[in-house]
């Protein structure tokens, strides 16, 4: 009988890219596991598979990084308008005071306590929000990110 012929590119694809150990692939693929143990160590199926996960981890934590820049730069922008705003109340008769006329056209100047108090509780609660994505002042960990680094199941066996 002859020499039975694999398709090894896609095996090696699929237990680099996968997470099957080498006897679910062999079983999957119906490859002595001795055969394919020979190709997986010749080829360096288990050191390419943890390149691999690192190239993974790297770009999904690059674009992680990156959406956290961009709505970091929301609320950095949203945060330095609120204080564009109140510097402006706080400089500018006009946007500080509200102008009551009575009946015998006196004037009157009155602070609008209730726009400061939401000025200042805007900025409170951008605060807050910053506190809670960034609680130590540190960038995102593995951790916090959701990302999942699975353990290799069969090394070299």
């Given at each position: 009988m002859g020499k039975t012929k694999y398709d090894w590119t896609?095996?090696?694809?699929?237990?680099?890219?996968?997470?099957?150990?080498?006897?679910?692939?062999?079983?999957?693929?119906?490859?002595?596991?001795?055969?394919?143990?020979?190709h997986a160590k010749a080829d360096r199926y288990t050191e390419e598979r943890?390149?691999?996960?690192?190239?993974?981890?790297?770009?999904?934590?690059?674009?992680?990084?990156?959406k956290d820049a961009r709505a970091i730069d929301d609320?950095?922008?949203?945060?330095?308008?609120?204080?564009?705003?109140?510097n402006n109340c706080m400089t500018d008769d006009a946007a500080l005071y509200n102008y009551v006329i009575g009946k015998s056209e006196l004037r009157f100047k009155k602070v609008d306590t209730r726009a400061l108090r939401n000025m200042v509780g805007a900025l409170r609660d951008v605060a807050c929000v910053l506190k809670t994505i960034y609680p130590d002042n540190t960038e995102p960990s593995i951790e916090q990110s959701g990302v999942v680094i699975m353990p290799d199941q069969c090394s070299e066996e």
């Open positions: 896609k095996i090696k694809l699929q237990y680099v890219t996968g997470d099957m150990s080498l006897q679910e692939l062999a079983a999957e693929v119906q490859i002595p596991i001795d055969t394919l143990k020979k943890a390149e691999y996960k690192r190239t993974v981890l790297k770009k999904v934590l690059s674009n992680m990084g990156q609320i950095m922008t949203a945060t330095n308008k609120a204080i564009a705003l109140l």
